[in-house]
């Protein structure tokens, strides 16, 4: 039987880097600002023949960012991974999506529109073992999902040749960070609240499942197990 693995620790982390995230967001959106205030003493028809200050500054930091972004969606990654398998080993094993397929839909093209959704969903209908009136932040959290990435395909996209130009990109990618970090909010309400449910469904934060969860780190044989569980029955009467 595969062994469960603390999602606690995992957890917290997560929400670390999210915070480092949004935080260097924030430095983002400081440059943006201080590039619109720059652009503003320019012609909107004038090219601008070497880099402007602000230029220079966005680029560090969206060097920052990249660095930060792709080490934050190893962690968020790890995590659902995770916290799918422990809930498929605690659970009766039934859940529509495997660990690895609910990381894998998010680089299929198209089907990440959908898919990590769906996955997503099945890791908390799992943990909370119902459809709760907090259910509302999943749907929210895919939608800036998806306005996000939107966002960032216009910003892909654009061509900047005239200060004209480098304005209204400054303007795309200053809404596009809001968006990000209105995102990183509710990523960790999500995860939070789904890591709560776990720890209070599956975790014995009431005393309700510690027995199980003793018995189920043997993982000699399947006897083993049971003779452990029987044995827990045993304690309580």
């Not at 690895?100 to 996955?119: E, G, H, N, R």
């Not at 890791?123 to 749907?139: M, Q």
Request: hydrophobic share 50%; with cysteine; proline share 3%.
């Amino acid at each position: 039987m595969s062994e469960i693995k603390p999602l606690s620790g995992l957890t917290k982390s997560v929400i670390i880097m999210l915070c480092i995230y949004m935080f260097v967001l924030a430095c983002n959106l400081l440059t943006n600002i201080y590039e619109l205030i720059e652009y503003a003493g320019y012609d909107a028809e004038a090219v601008p023949e070497e880099f402007l200050i602000s230029q220079v500054l966005s680029g560090l930091v969206a060097i920052a960012f990249l660095v930060v972004y792709l080490i934050t969606a190893v962690f968020f990654l790890k995590w659902v991974y995770r916290a799918n398998k422990n809930l498929q080993i605690l659970g009766d094993g039934r859940m529509e999506f495997s660990a690895s397929a609910a990381v894998v839909w998010y680089f299929v093209p198209i089907a990440c529109l959908f898919k990590p959704y769906q996955a997503m969903r099945d890791i908390w209908k799992k943990a909370h073992k119902t459809w709760n009136a907090d259910s509302r932040l999943l749907p929210g959290w895919w939608a800036l999902w998806i306005v996000a990435m939107i966002f960032g395909q216009i910003i892909a996209r654009q061509n900047s040749v005239t200060i004209g130009d480098y304005r209204l990109t400054a303007i795309t990618t200053l809404v596009s960070h809001l968006i990000n970090i209105a995102l990183g909010f509710t990523a960790i309400a999500l995860i939070s609240n789904i890591s709560r449910a776990y720890e209070v469904n599956y975790c014995g934060a009431e005393g309700a499942e510690t027995d199980l969860l003793e018995a189920l780190k043997v993982t000699s044989r399947p006897s083993d197990v049971l003779e452990n569980l029987h044995g827990a029955n045993n304690k309580r009467d």
